[in-house]
């Protein structure tokens, strides 16, 4: 994998519910990965920033894993809210230089 | 203060003009980054300055032309634009470039239509 891929684009999910979401990144140069939550009209939040292969991270109710061997990195939303509808962005670090290598994100919406 | 402010929100600028968007933070990061978003794609990198010197220029037009005058501020400076430049263009910084442990903080962006 060259790209850094999201899946899926978008999801809908009543409230309480829990769901999961998809990064791929190239499994090669690995510095880092990187979670935001990005709101309509609002700046980017950062949720997690992820070194280690292993790595699990948790933030309240959100929550992530990585495995840097294969490429993949997991985000877990549980007991969905309303509130965590969002576009969630995972960005790719491959070089000591700072350059993030964004996904398209995967668009969650909660409904009551 | 732990913002990044952009201004402006929004611009309309014709294809002759020149313009300016600006970028400030005032947590000691050494690092400041522009990004261009164009409707339903990832962030793509522009430039990154790196102790106010730039360090990455991903091939960019010279249409665009990034300032850092300080540690605290990034411009990126506008001129003879095309419609196809129209876009959000978001700013960021982050504590230190070399130590992949932090995170980028993001303004909210200035949305340039160009017509």
């Avoid at chain 1, 809908?12 to 990005?38: I, K, M």
């Avoid at chain 1, 491959?94 to 919406?109: E, N, R």
């Avoid at chain 2, 732990?2 to 002759?16: A, C, F, S």
């Avoid at chain 2, 003879?80 to 932090?102: I, V």
């Amino acid at each position: 994998i060259l790209n850094v891929e999201q899946s899926p684009q978008s999801l809908h999910v009543q409230e309480g519910d829990s769901t999961n979401f998809t990064c791929s990144f190239p499994s090669s140069n690995f510095y880092a990965l990187h979670w935001y939550r990005w709101e309509t009209a609002k700046s980017p939040e950062a949720l997690f920033v992820m070194t280690l292969n292993g790595d699990e991270k948790k933030k309240g109710r959100i929550s992530a894993t990585l495995n840097t061997k294969e490429g993949y990195s997991y985000l877990y939303i549980k007991g969905s809210q309303p509130e965590d509808s969002a576009t969630y962005l995972c960005a790719f670090r491959g070089d000591s230089w700072g350059k993030l290598q964004f996904g398209a994100g995967t668009q969650v919406v909660v409904t009551p | 203060d732990t913002e990044v402010t952009q201004t402006p929100k929004h611009l309309v600028m014709g294809m002759t003009n020149k313009k300016s968007l600006k970028c400030e933070q005032h947590m000691g990061h050494r690092a400041m980054y522009w990004y261009k978003q164009k409707a339903k794609k990832p962030p793509e990198l522009m430039f990154v300055y790196s102790y106010e010197k730039l360090s990455i220029n991903e091939s960019v037009p010279s249409r665009f032309s990034p300032e850092c005058p300080n540690s605290s501020l990034l411009n990126l400076h506008l001129h003879a634009l095309q419609p196809e430049d129209s876009a959000l263009y978001l700013c960021a910084s982050s504590l230190d470039p070399r130590d992949s442990s932090y995170g980028y903080t993001f303004g909210s962006g200035t949305r340039l239509t160009v017509v």
